[in-house]
């Protein structure tokens, strides 16, 4: 699941009147949307005074990039929000942490960071997790305007580290 964190100057009582319109629900976990099982939420964090500069929101989607590129342009673009991480969680049940760090450590492009289990390549930061999870993540500023490029970015390392397991007995020869 993707997860950025961004921060716009609409408080969010007024997103949430803004969402309607949407076909946003309010829920106790922010404004959500759902449809054919995939979701995109918007989670209001941080002091929610009524004359602050800007409020701070985390935005969580499943889905296809460009699926929650279009709820966050649909939703939160006149705001304009500006960005300040992008996320993802890998999940993978048969891997522990011990598993990712040995792996990561095997691969060259990858370099250790200063804590066990702390990875960078390029401007990506990749965190091995006690519970089966990889987080990777891109901490940038930037207005919106740049999100489909870091969500790309992170993207293509969730590509590189997705372990493929091969099943000898399955006729397409792949099973992920």
Partial sequence: MFKLTTFASVHPDKLGEALKGLHFEQTTKGFEW??????????PFGPKGEFQESYGYR???????????????MSMSCFKPNIQAVEFDLVHPNKYQQDW???????????????NGIFTKGSIGICCLPVHTVNIQLRKKSKYTKLAEFLREVDLIREEITPIEYDLFNDGGVAV
Avoid: A, M, Q, T
């Fill in 101 to 115: 760090i040995h792996e990561f450590n095997k691969r060259p492009s990858f370099e250790p960071g200063s804590l």
């Fill in 34 to 43: 759902r449809l054919d099982g995939h979701s995109f939420l918007i989670s």
């Fill in 59 to 73: 935005v969580f989607f499943d889905g296809l990039i460009d699926g929650g590129l279009y709820l966050f342009e």
